[in-house]
C-alpha cells in the first residue's frame, strides 16, 4: 500500500523542539520532492518546507527559516523535520506529501500544486 505516515507530534512549551517523522510506505521517499505542511484551524494549508530528491535542495517558508530543518534518512525510507524555538503559532496540524516531481519548483509551498500523496498529519501544540 503506498502511503504516507507522520509522527512525532505533541505538546511542547515555547522554546522548546520536536522532530517530526514521514515513513513511506510502497514507495522510495527519496524518489520525489517531499514537502511538509501545517494547518491551523480556521485557516488553509500552508508551505513549510520542501526538499527536493536526494536532497538536492531545500526550501523553508520565511517563517521557519532557521527554526525548522528538513533532513533523511534512507536507510528507513523517512524525513523528518526538526524544529527548534517553536512558537505558538507553529500550533497546527503538520501533513508531509510527495510532490510529483524530483524538484520542489516555485510553487512548492502550494498545497494545491503538484502533491499528489498525503498523509494523515500529527499534531504540534505549543503552550505554556
Known amino acids: 500500500q503506498v502511503q504516507l505516515v507522520e509522527s512525532g507530534g505533541g505538546l511542547v512549551q515555547p522554546g522548546g523542539s520536536l522532530r517530526l517523522s514521514c515513513a513511506a510506505s510502497?514507495?522510495?521517499?527519496?524518489?520525489?520532492?517531499i514537502g511538509w505542511f501545517r494547518q491551523a484551524p480556521g485557516k488553509e494549508r500552508e508551505g513549510v518546507s520542501c526538499i527536493d530528491r536526494r536532497g538536492g535542495g531545500t526550501y523553508y517558508a520565511d517563517s521557519v527559516k532557521g527554526r525548522f530543518t528538513f533532513s533523511r534518512d534512507n536507510a528507513r525510507n523517512t524525513k523528518y523535520l526538526q524544529m527548534n524555538s517553536l512558537r505558538p503559532e507553529d500550533t497546527a496540524v503538520y501533513y508531509c506529501a510527495r510532490r510529483g516531481s524530483i524538484f520542489c519548483g516555485t510553487r512548492w509551498y502550494s498545497a494545491a500544486h503538484g502533491y499528489n500523496l498525503w498523509g494523515q498529519g500529527t499534531q504540534v501544540t505549543v503552550s505554556s
Open positions: 510502497g514507495f522510495t521517499l527519496d524518489s520525489s520532492a
